[in-house]
């Protein structure tokens, strides 16, 4: 497969687990919740050690953490009500503008 693919498979299971642990405060999500980080945990990782096999170690990092970093943020806001502030969303924009460089680079 692919080792893009393969990092943003990583980058969407990135997002994952700050979810589910933002569902495991809930009562009735607890263990769900917390199911579901643990799960994306692993996998994300793994998925990250596939992809630094063809990506370079700095570029690949970058990717997962930003689009871990920005599902977060944009997950946080739609899902959970969190504040959105133009600064906030400006601080997003520019993670992704530098992972973009980083793969342009």
Do not use: D, H
Request: proline content about 3%; overall charge positive; hydrophobic content about 60%.
């Amino acid at each position: 497969m692919n080792a893009w693919i393969l990092l943003i498979l990583a980058g969407c299971c990135e997002i994952g687990w700050p979810l589910g642990l933002k569902l495991a405060q809930a009562g009735s999500w607890r263990i769900s919740g917390t199911i579901m980080a643990v799960i994306c945990m692993a996998v994300s990782g793994f998925l990250l050690f596939l992809a630094q096999k063809s990506i370079p170690m700095g570029t690949a990092y970058a990717v997962w953490t930003g689009m871990g970093a920005a599902g977060a943020f944009i997950s946080g806001v739609l899902l959970f009500g969190e504040p959105f502030q133009c600064m906030r969303a400006a601080a997003v924009v520019l993670i992704v503008a530098g992972v973009v460089m980083l793969k342009m680079a």
